[in-house]
Nanobody
Framework: QVQLVESGGGLVQTGGSLRLSCAAS????????LGWYRQAPGQQRDFVAA???????NYADSVKGRFTLSRDNAKNSLVLQMNSLKPEDTAVYYC????????????????WGQGTQVTVSS
């Protein structure tokens, strides 16, 4: 099993940047696909970005060109660099792991972290 703990959320102004980190425990980290989802109040949880065990990434259209996802298998860590933030990026961000990363998200035994709040003020 993989356990996930997010950090790095906070309050930032429009146009600012934040770096979210996800620390993972579990010996199968390097074999899992990983990613981030977000959930705004009253909304469904939406896919943000995913990365395969080999390092291939895909992003939601709403964050392409602004967010960058990377992983360090040696350190069991996942990082989401968020630039040019907009008020509509405000949400709770969840780190997730799954068996595979496909179009639109992670699939197969998806596990979740507890979430970290990101608030972008206008």
């Amino acid at each position: 099993q993989v356990q996930l703990v997010e950090s790095g959320g906070g309050l930032v102004q429009t146009g600012g940047s934040l770096r979210l980190s996800c620390a993972a425990s579990g010996s199968v980290f390097s074999y899992n696909a990983l990613g981030w989802y977000r959930q705004a109040p009253g909304q469904q949880r939406d896919f943000v970005a995913a990365i395969t065990s080999g390092g291939s990434t895909n992003y939601a259209d709403s964050v392409k060109g602004r967010f960058t996802l990377s992983r360090d298998n040696a350190k069991n860590s996942l990082v989401l660099q968020m630039n040019s933030l907009k008020p509509e990026d405000t949400a709770v961000y969840y780190c997730a792991s799954g068996s595979v990363a496909g179009i639109g998200g992670l699939y197969g035994g998806v596990r979740w972290g507890q979430g970290t709040q990101v608030t972008v003020s206008s």
